[in-house]
């Protein structure tokens, strides 16, 4: 792989870790709140963040074949 596709990589991994983090805060927060709007949106949000992180992975992935992300 050239030094470009890698460091394109490395920068999505930056940003693949970010999502995890934040789907995480918003399930927990989701958790917290259970059965009120804040934790419905909450909910909505992390799914919609998880979806997001599953996308870079996937980038990431055809990026860098010999690294692999869990979907």
Do not use: C, F, H, W
Request: aromatic share 4%.
């Amino acid at each position: 792989m050239s030094d470009r596709y890698e460091l394109i990589a490395e920068k999505l991994s930056a940003i693949e870790e970010e999502l995890r983090d934040l789907a995480y805060e918003r399930l927990s927060e989701a958790t917290r709140l259970a059965d009120t709007d804040e934790g419905d949106a909450a909910a909505a949000e992390e799914k919609r963040v998880l979806q997001a992180r599953r996308a870079i992975a996937k980038a990431i992935n055809a990026l860098s074949p010999q690294m692999s992300y869990d979907e």
